[in-house]
């Protein structure tokens, strides 16, 4: 696979300009490359994305692996940036949080449009393309959570309130006939090996390690975490400790280390061909 990433932000930030090679793609395409982009509101329009994806689909020799960051529809939400076209969602909640919440949604729908837009495109390619699409965090709403009864009104968060603003949806979309079943709430480190498995591909022995973790504690994060009984923590159990300390150790070595676990995976390939 010939693999890209895509972000219509600067490529400074966040160091994704140091961290996206480090991660092993092959290029990495930043707002810095782009000519006189078209903006929706405060920052790139999401059609923008839609353009690069299927130019990296259409103009590759090899199959394809696009990591694509759309900005379109990121706050701050108290920017006024769709003027006039702005929708009229809420209405009953403090005047910034209904203002917050409309200029969300607007965007919300503009970016419902353009990904159809883009499973339109795919599927006239003709190639087998999976698409999964999902959101790295909750919107930025401030109080609109507590205001609402999303989660606590005063801010005193229980686990499941911690859990509901760690989630964020997931659509997955393929053009080949893959049934996906629903996969739960598990971290997006979990991700990948679904995604191997939805593409059919062979499952390096780092993303079978990444199931094991994921079977045992499916929701993994800093603040919050879930057993594989639904079970909610703050911090790691001690039966888990282990297991989460040989994640950390594969993690460093697969980015800063020697990368032994891929000589070992090399080794076991040559030995099964030699066999």
Known sequence: YETSALHTYHKYFWNRIVAYPALGFD????????????????????????DLVLNQLKVGTQPQFVFAVTMQNHGMYVDGRYGSDTMQIATEYSEKTNSMINTYATGVVHSDKVLKDLLDEIEALEEPTLVVFFGDHLPYLENAYNEAGFVDSEGNYSFEDQMKLKETPIAVWNNYGKEIDDIGSISTSFLAPYIMEWAELKMPTYYSFL?????????????????????????TPEHL???EQ?????????????????????EAEKDSFEE
């Open 211 to 235: 199931q094991n973790f994921r079977e045992s504690m499916p929701a993994y994060t800093s603040i919050v975490k879930s057993d594989a009984d639904g079970e909610l923590y703050t911090e």
């Open 241 to 243: 400790l282990e297991l």
């Open 27 to 50: 290029q990495f395409i930043g707002l810095e490359d782009l000519e006189l982009p078209a903006y929706h509101g405060s920052f790139v329009d999401d059609r923008v994305v839609n």
């Open 246 to 266: 040989q994640y950390r150790i594969l993690q460093y070595d697969l980015l800063h280390g020697n990368r032994y676990l891929e000589q070992i995976e090399a």
